[in-house]
Protein backbone atom coordinates (compact mmCIF):
# COMPACT_ATOMS: atom_id res chain seq x y z
CA UNK A 1 0.00 0.00 0.00
CA UNK A 2 0.61 3.39 0.24
CA UNK A 3 1.66 3.15 -3.90
CA UNK A 4 0.03 6.82 -4.23
CA UNK A 5 2.48 9.40 -2.71
CA UNK A 6 0.67 12.98 -3.08
CA UNK A 7 0.20 15.16 -5.66
CA UNK A 8 3.34 17.76 -7.13
CA UNK A 9 3.05 20.81 -8.61
CA UNK A 10 4.19 20.78 -12.59
CA UNK A 11 6.08 23.72 -13.18
CA UNK A 12 8.00 23.86 -9.45
CA UNK A 13 7.55 20.62 -7.94
CA UNK A 14 5.91 21.22 -4.50
CA UNK A 15 4.31 18.82 -2.87
CA UNK A 16 0.73 18.68 -1.83
CA UNK A 17 -1.09 15.74 0.00
CA UNK A 18 -4.17 13.73 -1.72
CA UNK A 19 -7.08 16.10 -1.73
CA UNK A 20 -9.49 17.40 -3.97
CA UNK A 21 -7.41 20.44 -5.28
CA UNK A 22 -5.92 21.22 -8.89
CA UNK A 23 -3.09 24.09 -9.34
CA UNK A 24 -0.36 24.55 -7.15
CA UNK A 25 -0.68 27.87 -4.78
CA UNK A 26 2.26 29.16 -5.43
CA UNK A 27 2.92 29.11 -9.30
CA UNK A 28 -0.50 28.38 -10.73
CA UNK A 29 1.00 25.21 -12.29
CA UNK A 30 -1.40 21.93 -12.88
CA UNK A 31 -1.03 19.09 -9.94
CA UNK A 32 0.08 15.65 -11.15
CA UNK A 33 -0.44 12.25 -9.01
CA UNK A 34 2.86 10.99 -7.92
CA UNK A 35 3.67 7.02 -7.49
CA UNK A 36 5.97 4.87 -5.66
CA UNK A 37 6.80 2.92 -8.72
CA UNK A 38 8.86 0.53 -6.10
CA UNK A 39 6.09 -0.84 -5.03
CA UNK A 40 3.39 -0.60 -7.76
CA UNK A 41 6.32 -3.48 -9.09
CA UNK A 42 5.43 -5.67 -6.04
CA UNK A 43 1.82 -6.95 -7.72
CA UNK A 44 1.77 -5.51 -11.39
CA UNK A 45 3.60 -7.80 -13.34
CA UNK A 46 2.67 -9.11 -16.77
CA UNK A 47 1.81 -12.24 -14.92
CA UNK A 48 -0.68 -10.16 -12.70
CA UNK A 49 -1.93 -8.84 -15.94
CA UNK A 50 -3.41 -12.14 -17.60
CA UNK A 51 -5.71 -12.76 -14.83
CA UNK A 52 -7.31 -9.78 -14.71
CA UNK A 53 -10.44 -8.35 -16.32
CA UNK A 54 -10.19 -6.40 -19.38
CA UNK A 55 -11.50 -2.93 -17.99
CA UNK A 56 -9.16 -0.03 -17.20
CA UNK A 57 -8.83 -1.10 -13.56
CA UNK A 58 -6.82 -3.69 -14.91
CA UNK A 59 -4.06 -1.12 -14.26
CA UNK A 60 -5.47 -0.24 -10.96
CA UNK A 61 -2.04 0.09 -9.13
CA UNK A 62 -1.06 3.00 -11.49
CA UNK A 63 -4.43 4.84 -10.90
CA UNK A 64 -4.95 7.14 -7.85
CA UNK A 65 -7.57 5.28 -6.41
CA UNK A 66 -7.13 4.30 -2.97
CA UNK A 67 -10.48 1.84 -2.23
CA UNK A 68 -12.39 0.23 -4.37
CA UNK A 69 -13.41 1.68 -7.50
CA UNK A 70 -17.44 2.03 -7.74
CA UNK A 71 -18.06 2.47 -11.45
CA UNK A 72 -16.28 1.73 -14.87
CA UNK A 73 -16.18 -2.34 -14.73
CA UNK A 74 -16.62 -2.09 -18.84
CA UNK A 75 -14.85 0.82 -19.80
CA UNK A 76 -11.93 0.08 -21.46
CA UNK A 77 -10.11 -2.26 -23.61
CA UNK A 78 -11.55 -0.80 -27.32
CA UNK A 79 -10.19 -2.41 -30.00
CA UNK A 80 -6.79 -1.83 -31.92
CA UNK A 81 -7.22 -2.63 -35.17
CA UNK A 82 -4.89 -2.50 -37.83
CA UNK A 83 -6.58 -0.94 -40.66
CA UNK A 84 -5.37 -2.60 -44.18
CA UNK A 85 -7.28 -0.37 -46.82
CA UNK A 86 -6.51 2.93 -44.95
CA UNK A 87 -2.21 1.81 -44.91
CA UNK A 88 -3.11 0.96 -48.80
CA UNK A 89 -4.87 4.70 -49.27
CA UNK A 90 -2.66 6.53 -47.33
CA UNK A 91 0.76 4.69 -48.56
CA UNK A 92 1.98 4.24 -44.90
CA UNK A 93 2.78 0.37 -43.97
CA UNK A 94 1.04 -0.10 -40.36
CA UNK A 95 -1.90 1.79 -39.52
CA UNK A 96 -3.90 1.02 -36.22
CA UNK A 97 -7.14 2.20 -35.16
CA UNK A 98 -7.52 2.41 -31.39
CA UNK A 99 -11.51 2.64 -31.05
CA UNK A 100 -12.73 4.49 -28.47
CA UNK A 101 -16.54 5.11 -30.62
CA UNK A 102 -17.23 2.00 -29.22
CA UNK A 103 -16.21 2.42 -25.59
CA UNK A 104 -18.34 2.00 -22.85
CA UNK A 105 -21.16 3.43 -21.68
CA UNK A 106 -20.94 6.58 -23.50
CA UNK A 107 -19.17 5.43 -26.90
CA UNK A 108 -16.19 8.18 -26.00
CA UNK A 109 -12.37 8.21 -24.44
CA UNK A 110 -14.18 10.78 -21.85
CA UNK A 111 -15.83 7.10 -20.58
CA UNK A 112 -11.76 6.32 -18.63
CA UNK A 113 -11.42 9.53 -17.11
CA UNK A 114 -14.73 9.98 -15.76
CA UNK A 115 -14.71 6.29 -14.33
CA UNK A 116 -11.56 7.45 -12.45
CA UNK A 117 -13.23 10.81 -11.45
CA UNK A 118 -15.89 9.40 -9.96
CA UNK A 119 -14.40 6.81 -8.04
CA UNK A 120 -12.18 9.31 -6.65
CA UNK A 121 -15.05 11.80 -5.58
CA UNK A 122 -16.77 9.03 -3.88
CA UNK A 123 -13.75 8.10 -1.94
CA UNK A 124 -13.47 12.33 -0.94
CA UNK A 125 -17.05 11.88 0.32
CA UNK A 126 -18.87 13.86 -2.52
CA UNK A 127 -22.74 12.92 -3.66
CA UNK A 128 -22.62 15.58 -6.14
CA UNK A 129 -20.82 14.78 -9.39
CA UNK A 130 -20.30 18.23 -12.00
CA UNK A 131 -18.16 18.99 -15.18
CA UNK A 132 -18.14 22.05 -17.63
CA UNK A 133 -18.19 20.32 -20.85
CA UNK A 134 -17.29 20.19 -24.62
CA UNK A 135 -20.32 17.51 -25.05
CA UNK A 136 -18.67 13.96 -24.84
CA UNK A 137 -17.70 14.57 -20.90
CA UNK A 138 -21.52 15.88 -20.28
CA UNK A 139 -22.55 12.14 -21.77
CA UNK A 140 -20.30 10.30 -19.59
CA UNK A 141 -20.24 12.20 -16.49
CA UNK A 142 -24.32 11.12 -16.75
CA UNK A 143 -24.29 8.37 -17.61
CA UNK A 144 -21.73 6.85 -14.92
CA UNK A 145 -22.89 9.37 -12.24
CA UNK A 146 -26.34 7.45 -12.91
CA UNK A 147 -25.11 3.84 -12.25
CA UNK A 148 -23.42 4.81 -8.95
CA UNK A 149 -26.91 6.93 -8.22
CA UNK A 150 -25.39 9.99 -7.93
CA UNK A 151 -26.94 13.43 -8.92
CA UNK A 152 -24.99 15.07 -11.42
CA UNK A 153 -25.18 18.60 -12.73
CA UNK A 154 -23.50 19.11 -16.23
CA UNK A 155 -22.55 22.80 -17.79
CA UNK A 156 -22.11 22.75 -21.69
CA UNK A 157 -21.82 25.70 -24.27
CA UNK A 158 -24.78 27.12 -26.02
CA UNK A 159 -24.25 25.26 -29.27
CA UNK A 160 -23.50 21.81 -28.79
CA UNK A 161 -24.58 19.00 -31.06
CA UNK A 162 -28.07 17.38 -30.53
CA UNK A 163 -26.88 14.01 -29.90
CA UNK A 164 -24.94 15.46 -27.13
CA UNK A 165 -27.32 16.93 -25.58
CA UNK A 166 -30.02 14.44 -25.68
CA UNK A 167 -27.36 12.02 -24.50
CA UNK A 168 -26.68 14.47 -20.97
CA UNK A 169 -30.79 14.55 -20.86
CA UNK A 170 -31.83 10.81 -21.16
CA UNK A 171 -29.78 9.98 -17.84
CA UNK A 172 -31.65 12.23 -15.35
CA UNK A 173 -28.67 14.71 -15.02
CA UNK A 174 -29.12 18.58 -14.33
CA UNK A 175 -28.00 20.15 -17.36
CA UNK A 176 -27.29 23.96 -18.03
CA UNK A 177 -27.04 25.19 -21.42
CA UNK A 178 -25.02 28.44 -21.11
CA UNK A 179 -25.18 31.49 -23.45
CA UNK A 180 -20.96 31.12 -23.92
CA UNK A 181 -18.05 29.18 -25.29
CA UNK A 182 -16.82 25.86 -23.68
CA UNK A 183 -14.29 28.67 -22.22
CA UNK A 184 -16.97 31.07 -20.39
CA UNK A 185 -18.79 27.63 -19.48
CA UNK A 186 -15.35 26.96 -17.59
CA UNK A 187 -14.91 30.23 -16.08
CA UNK A 188 -17.89 30.22 -14.82
CA UNK A 189 -17.67 26.54 -13.21
CA UNK A 190 -14.36 27.19 -11.63
CA UNK A 191 -16.25 29.81 -9.49
CA UNK A 192 -18.99 27.44 -9.03
CA UNK A 193 -16.89 24.69 -7.66
CA UNK A 194 -15.45 27.32 -5.40
CA UNK A 195 -18.87 28.02 -3.69
CA UNK A 196 -20.35 24.51 -4.07
CA UNK A 197 -18.94 21.04 -2.47
CA UNK A 198 -19.20 19.57 -5.67
CA UNK A 199 -17.35 17.24 -7.15
CA UNK A 200 -16.14 18.54 -10.60
CA UNK A 201 -14.41 16.06 -12.71
CA UNK A 202 -12.22 18.18 -14.38
CA UNK A 203 -11.78 20.74 -12.30
CA UNK A 204 -11.56 20.67 -8.15
CA UNK A 205 -10.87 16.30 -9.65
CA UNK A 206 -8.84 17.20 -12.90
CA UNK A 207 -5.63 15.58 -11.36
CA UNK A 208 -7.59 11.96 -10.67
CA UNK A 209 -9.79 12.37 -13.78
CA UNK A 210 -6.39 12.96 -16.48
CA UNK A 211 -5.20 9.55 -14.91
CA UNK A 212 -8.02 7.63 -16.43
CA UNK A 213 -6.44 9.03 -19.85
CA UNK A 214 -3.14 6.94 -19.37
CA UNK A 215 -5.24 3.43 -19.77
CA UNK A 216 -5.86 4.69 -23.16
CA UNK A 217 -1.68 4.33 -23.46
CA UNK A 218 -1.90 1.02 -21.65
CA UNK A 219 -4.15 -0.68 -23.49
CA UNK A 220 -2.56 1.11 -26.87
CA UNK A 221 1.27 -0.50 -25.35
CA UNK A 222 -0.23 -4.04 -24.30
CA UNK A 223 -2.41 -4.61 -27.49
CA UNK A 224 0.90 -4.28 -29.30
CA UNK A 225 2.95 -6.26 -27.08
CA UNK A 226 4.53 -3.58 -25.33
CA UNK A 227 5.90 -2.78 -28.89
CA UNK A 228 5.24 1.29 -29.26
CA UNK A 229 4.35 2.40 -32.81
CA UNK A 230 6.78 5.08 -34.40
CA UNK A 231 4.11 7.07 -34.42
CA UNK A 232 0.52 8.08 -32.02
CA UNK A 233 -1.64 10.91 -33.70
CA UNK A 234 -3.88 12.68 -30.68
CA UNK A 235 -6.79 14.83 -30.60
CA UNK A 236 -5.97 17.97 -28.67
CA UNK A 237 -8.90 19.44 -27.05
CA UNK A 238 -7.63 20.49 -23.10
CA UNK A 239 -4.43 18.36 -24.21
CA UNK A 240 -4.97 15.98 -21.16
CA UNK A 241 -4.82 13.31 -23.34
CA UNK A 242 -1.95 13.39 -25.45
CA UNK A 243 0.38 14.62 -21.88
CA UNK A 244 -1.14 11.46 -20.00
CA UNK A 245 -0.73 8.66 -22.99
CA UNK A 246 3.22 10.17 -22.84
CA UNK A 247 3.32 9.58 -19.19
CA UNK A 248 1.59 6.03 -19.34
CA UNK A 249 4.34 4.78 -21.94
CA UNK A 250 6.75 6.37 -19.57
CA UNK A 251 5.33 4.66 -16.35
CA UNK A 252 5.70 1.13 -18.43
CA UNK A 253 8.95 2.06 -19.34
CA UNK A 254 10.02 2.57 -15.43
CA UNK A 255 8.44 -0.50 -14.51
CA UNK A 256 10.58 -2.74 -17.36
CA UNK A 257 7.84 -3.38 -19.77
CA UNK A 258 9.13 -1.40 -22.07
CA UNK A 259 13.09 -0.70 -23.48
CA UNK A 260 13.18 2.18 -25.21
CA UNK A 261 10.11 4.95 -26.03
CA UNK A 262 10.87 5.99 -30.31
CA UNK A 263 7.23 7.04 -29.98
CA UNK A 264 6.42 10.18 -31.86
CA UNK A 265 3.39 12.10 -30.53
CA UNK A 266 1.41 14.21 -32.84
CA UNK A 267 -0.91 16.71 -31.74
CA UNK A 268 -4.28 17.34 -33.85
CA UNK A 269 -6.49 20.17 -33.92
CA UNK A 270 -8.77 22.00 -35.80
CA UNK A 271 -7.40 24.99 -37.62
CA UNK A 272 -11.11 27.03 -36.42
CA UNK A 273 -9.22 26.42 -32.34
CA UNK A 274 -5.59 24.99 -32.81
CA UNK A 275 -4.08 27.01 -29.92
CA UNK A 276 -1.89 24.41 -29.10
CA UNK A 277 -0.91 23.93 -32.59
CA UNK A 278 -0.47 27.62 -33.31
CA UNK A 279 2.22 27.92 -30.75
CA UNK A 280 4.05 24.35 -31.34
CA UNK A 281 4.50 26.22 -35.19
CA UNK A 282 5.69 29.82 -33.75
CA UNK A 283 8.06 28.08 -30.95
CA UNK A 284 6.34 29.16 -27.98
CA UNK A 285 5.99 27.77 -24.28
CA UNK A 286 2.47 29.48 -23.61
CA UNK A 287 -0.32 29.34 -24.96
CA UNK A 288 -2.03 32.16 -26.69
CA UNK A 289 -6.20 31.74 -26.23
CA UNK A 290 -7.94 32.27 -29.30
CA UNK A 291 -11.51 32.21 -29.84
CA UNK A 292 -13.50 28.80 -31.14
CA UNK A 293 -15.16 28.43 -34.61
CA UNK A 294 -15.31 24.49 -36.03
CA UNK A 295 -17.20 21.50 -37.07
CA UNK A 296 -15.06 19.93 -34.33
CA UNK A 297 -16.93 20.74 -31.02
CA UNK A 298 -15.57 18.69 -29.15
CA UNK A 299 -12.01 20.22 -29.59
CA UNK A 300 -13.18 23.79 -29.33
CA UNK A 301 -11.47 24.97 -26.31
CA UNK A 302 -9.64 28.53 -27.11
CA UNK A 303 -7.88 28.18 -23.65
CA UNK A 304 -6.50 24.68 -22.83
CA UNK A 305 -5.65 23.95 -19.56
CA UNK A 306 -3.37 21.48 -20.14
CA UNK A 307 -2.33 22.93 -23.40
CA UNK A 308 1.75 24.18 -22.03
CA UNK A 309 2.27 20.09 -20.90
CA UNK A 310 0.91 19.07 -24.19
CA UNK A 311 3.77 21.19 -26.07
CA UNK A 312 6.06 19.67 -23.71
CA UNK A 313 4.95 16.15 -24.53
CA UNK A 314 5.37 16.94 -28.10
CA UNK A 315 8.72 18.82 -28.18
CA UNK A 316 9.74 16.05 -25.83
CA UNK A 317 8.70 12.74 -28.11
CA UNK A 318 9.94 14.93 -31.33
CA UNK A 319 6.55 14.75 -32.24
CA UNK A 320 4.78 17.68 -34.18
CA UNK A 321 1.30 19.92 -33.83
CA UNK A 322 -0.89 20.02 -36.64
CA UNK A 323 -4.29 21.32 -37.44
CA UNK A 324 -6.94 21.04 -40.20
CA UNK A 325 -9.69 22.55 -41.91
CA UNK A 326 -13.38 21.79 -41.45
CA UNK A 327 -13.63 20.28 -44.97
CA UNK A 328 -10.72 18.24 -44.00
CA UNK A 329 -12.54 16.82 -41.21
CA UNK A 330 -15.32 15.98 -42.83
CA UNK A 331 -13.12 14.10 -45.19
CA UNK A 332 -11.19 12.55 -42.46
CA UNK A 333 -14.55 11.01 -41.12
CA UNK A 334 -15.68 9.84 -44.61
CA UNK A 335 -12.50 8.03 -45.40
CA UNK A 336 -12.13 6.57 -42.29
CA UNK A 337 -15.95 5.40 -42.38
CA UNK A 338 -15.94 4.06 -46.44
CA UNK A 339 -11.68 2.45 -45.66
CA UNK A 340 -12.07 0.86 -42.50
CA UNK A 341 -16.39 1.00 -41.59
CA UNK A 342 -16.05 2.97 -38.58
CA UNK A 343 -17.95 6.30 -37.92
CA UNK A 344 -16.25 8.32 -36.34
CA UNK A 345 -16.92 11.79 -34.81
CA UNK A 346 -15.48 15.32 -35.91
CA UNK A 347 -12.47 14.69 -33.51
CA UNK A 348 -11.37 11.01 -35.26
CA UNK A 349 -11.88 13.38 -38.44
CA UNK A 350 -9.12 15.48 -37.06
CA UNK A 351 -6.51 12.89 -36.28
CA UNK A 352 -7.24 10.65 -39.49
CA UNK A 353 -7.20 14.32 -41.84
CA UNK A 354 -3.85 15.51 -39.69
CA UNK A 355 -2.06 11.34 -40.60
CA UNK A 356 -2.89 12.41 -44.10
CA UNK A 357 -1.15 15.29 -43.78
CA UNK A 358 1.64 14.44 -42.03
CA UNK A 359 2.33 11.78 -44.39
CA UNK A 360 1.94 14.08 -47.41
CA UNK A 361 4.37 16.49 -45.33
CA UNK A 362 7.28 13.08 -44.87
CA UNK A 363 6.37 13.30 -41.10
CA UNK A 364 5.21 9.77 -41.20
CA UNK A 365 7.15 7.94 -43.74
CA UNK A 366 5.92 4.98 -45.70
CA UNK A 367 7.82 2.37 -43.96
CA UNK A 368 6.35 3.53 -40.66
CA UNK A 369 3.74 2.45 -38.45
CA UNK A 370 0.61 4.63 -36.53
CA UNK A 371 -1.67 4.52 -34.08
CA UNK A 372 -4.49 7.08 -35.05
CA UNK A 373 -6.43 7.84 -31.71
CA UNK A 374 -10.35 7.80 -32.62
CA UNK A 375 -11.61 9.22 -29.39
CA UNK A 376 -15.56 9.68 -30.75
CA UNK A 377 -18.54 8.49 -32.01
CA UNK A 378 -20.01 9.83 -35.46
CA UNK A 379 -24.12 8.79 -34.45
CA UNK A 380 -23.24 12.00 -31.77
CA UNK A 381 -22.69 14.49 -34.44
CA UNK A 382 -24.77 13.25 -37.34
CA UNK A 383 -25.36 17.01 -38.28
CA UNK A 384 -22.14 17.91 -39.98
CA UNK A 385 -22.31 15.30 -42.68
CA UNK A 386 -26.12 15.02 -43.06
CA UNK A 387 -26.33 17.57 -45.58
CA UNK A 388 -23.04 15.90 -47.45
CA UNK A 389 -24.05 12.37 -47.95
CA UNK A 390 -26.79 12.15 -50.22
CA UNK A 391 -30.34 10.66 -49.77
CA UNK A 392 -31.29 6.75 -49.78
CA UNK A 393 -33.20 5.86 -53.19
CA UNK A 394 -37.47 5.43 -52.33
CA UNK A 395 -39.06 2.61 -54.39
CA UNK A 396 -42.47 1.12 -54.33
CA UNK A 397 -42.30 -2.52 -52.85
CA UNK A 398 -42.19 -4.59 -55.85
CA UNK A 399 -39.09 -6.22 -58.50
CA UNK A 400 -40.18 -3.76 -61.28
CA UNK A 401 -39.35 -0.82 -59.41
CA UNK A 402 -36.28 -1.72 -57.71
CA UNK A 403 -34.97 -3.36 -61.27
CA UNK A 404 -35.72 -0.07 -62.85
CA UNK A 405 -33.03 1.61 -59.98
CA UNK A 406 -30.60 -1.30 -60.40
CA UNK A 407 -30.26 -0.98 -64.14
CA UNK A 408 -29.82 2.90 -63.52
CA UNK A 409 -27.23 2.70 -60.70
CA UNK A 410 -24.89 0.20 -62.43
C1 LIG B 1 -12.44 15.68 -24.77
C2 LIG B 1 -12.14 15.06 -26.07
C3 LIG B 1 -10.86 15.12 -26.64
C4 LIG B 1 -9.74 15.97 -26.07
O1 LIG B 1 -9.18 15.52 -24.91
P1 LIG B 1 -8.27 16.52 -24.03
O2 LIG B 1 -7.75 15.66 -22.96
O3 LIG B 1 -9.19 17.60 -23.55
O4 LIG B 1 -7.21 17.06 -24.94
C5 LIG B 1 -10.62 14.42 -27.81
N1 LIG B 1 -11.60 13.71 -28.43
C6 LIG B 1 -12.84 13.66 -27.93
C7 LIG B 1 -13.88 12.89 -28.68
C8 LIG B 1 -13.16 14.30 -26.74
O5 LIG B 1 -14.41 14.25 -26.27
ZN1 LIG C 1 4.01 25.29 -8.49
Given at each position: MYIIQGLQCRNCGRSYTLSPTHICEFCFGGLDVVYDYSKVGHTFTLKALENRPYNIWRYKELLPIEKEPVCGFNVGFTPLLRARRLERLLGIKEIYIKN??????????KDRVVAVAISKAVEFGYDVISCASTGNLANSVAALAASCGLKSYVFIPWDLEAGKVLGTLIYGAHLIRVKGTYDDVNRLCSEIAENFEWAFVNINIRPFYAEGSKTFGFEIAEQMNFKLPKHIVVPMGGGSLITKIWKAFKELQTLGFIDAIETKMHGAQAEGANPIVSAYKQGRKTIKPVKPNTIAKSLAIGNPADGAYALQTIRESGGTAEDVTDDEILEGIKMLAREEGIFTETAGGVTVAVTRKLKEQGVIGEDDSVVIAITGNGLKTQEVVRNNMGEPTVIEPNLKDFEKIYCTVI
Open positions: DAVNHPTLSF
